[in-house]
């Protein structure tokens, strides 16, 4: 039954793949904040830069994704065609990854897919809701093990080389680990009816599925080939998104950087 259903809706057509990467140029906006810098103007880490880049064109995609608003396109059209005409690169993975890439494919621009989360109104203040209800024990229970792990993660970058790092975030296993800080601490937060803690954690599901509405967006042929390049955090949800979407086929980034 299963393989007469599958067979009903037909095979996807538009492959994409998803590479889950770090910020070479950390802002700042997430709860980990790195230890480890990443050389990026490095000769060493230029010639990994490179060679990912040209791995990553086997796939060939016909798109090439960044981690930018659709406001910001302008604006990223704008940096692409000054980059194009020799202007020289920021340290940021958009450029690095995204910019090299779609130009080595001579592709006319790059596709801005991120968004942002829209929360329940009015919001609730996790925090004070957990004191008033004595579970301040539930907000930093897990994290303390989480931030060793991401510390571990964030130490790779001074022995690893590129190829390597992006392998072990890509991984089934990293991507299913790292999530799991999201199912935690103040995600338990609440009692009764009330679920603050899960309220506040809807907006981040919200936004992936936003960056994936994004994606279907941009996705007018039906052989399209999508390359999307984004911090690794987002892989879990946006996965999942694609893996069971009738439309994409998901592509695995070990396929390319072998």
């Not at 990553?56 to 960044?66: D, G, H, S």
């Not at 396109?73 to 704008?78: A, K, L, N």
């Not at 279907?216 to 999307?228: G, Y």
Request: aromatic share 10%; with cysteine; proline share 5%.
């Amino acid at each position: 039954m299963r393989a007469d259903i599958d067979s009903s809706l037909g095979q996807p057509k538009v492959k994409i793949l998803l590479l889950g990467t770090f910020h070479f140029q950390d802002r700042g906006l997430d709860k980990y904040k790195p230890r480890y810098s990443f050389e990026v103007f490095s000769p060493q880490r230029q010639q990994e830069i490179k060679e990912i880049v040209s791995q990553l064109a086997a796939f060939r995609p016909t798109k090439v994704a960044i981690e930018r608003t659709p406001h910001q396109q302008v604006e990223i059209d704008q940096s692409y065609q000054a980059y194009l005409q020799g202007e020289p690169l920021s340290g940021d993975e958009i450029h690095q990854l995204g910019f090299r890439l779609a130009k080595r494919l001579t592709h006319p621009k790059v596709y801005c897919v991120n968004a942002w989360d829209r929360h329940y109104e009015p919001m609730v203040d996790v925090e004070a809701y957990a004191r008033e209800h004595g579970q301040e024990h539930l907000i930093e229970q897990w994290w303390p093990r989480y931030q060793k792990l991401f510390e571990h993660q964030d130490a790779l970058k001074a022995r690893q080389t590129l190829r390597e790092i992006l392998l072990a975030a890509n991984s089934e296993e990293s991507v299913r680990r790292g999530h799991g800080a999201y199912l935690v601490d103040w995600f338990k937060v609440g009692e009764g009816d009330e679920y603050p803690g899960v309220d506040r954690m809807t907006g981040w599901y919200n936004r992936n599925l936003r960056i994936f509405a994004n994606l279907q967006r941009i996705t007018q042929q039906p052989d399209a080939r999508i390359l999307l390049s984004i911090g690794a955090g987002h892989l879990p949800i946006l996965r999942h998104a694609v893996l069971a979407s009738p439309e994409y086929q998901l592509v695995e980034v070990h396929e390319y950087l072998k």
